[in-house]
């Protein structure tokens, strides 16, 4: 069975933006994405609403993506794909941080993800 990781942000997680509840599995993108692939596949939806990049939050605490990202991979590796949505939280006002800053942490995601240990053979 081949590992699809999706980690992300509330879109990932499957947020209701007009309830902020979740969607049933069989809505949200991921859910679709695991259907469409069948049964060799295995479809992981890993994250919450509100994570950021590489800060830590003040307000909402436990939403640093990259302190999250390598016990996420360990706990399900081997990874054989993985997708990355991160950054839009980045934006808040309260980080104050460049763009440049937002991509460079999602780039540092990449990397993580990129290593050997992680990887299917």
């Known amino acids: 069975m ?11 997680w499957g947020c209701d933006p007009a309830t902020q509840d979740r969607f049933p599995i069989d809505i949200r993108w991921t859910g679709v994405v695991a ?4 049964s060799e596949y295995r479809v992981i939806e ?8 590489v800060w830590d939050d003040p307000i909402e605490g436990h939403r640093n993506g990259q302190t999250y990202l390598p016990p ?13 949505m991160l950054g839009t939280n980045n934006l808040k006002t309260r980080f104050s941080v460049p763009t440049s800053d937002i991509t460079h942490g999602a780039g540092q995601h990449c990397d993580i993800i990129d290593q050997e240990r992680y990887r299917a053979r």
């Open 2 to 12: 081949k590992t699809v990781l999706c980690f992300g942000e509330s879109k990932t």
């Open 35 to 38: 259907k469409t692939l069948g």
């Open 46 to 53: 890993e994250r919450l609403n509100g994570p950021t990049t």
């Open 72 to 84: 996420c991979l360990t706990s399900h590796k081997p990874i054989g794909l993985a997708t990355l």
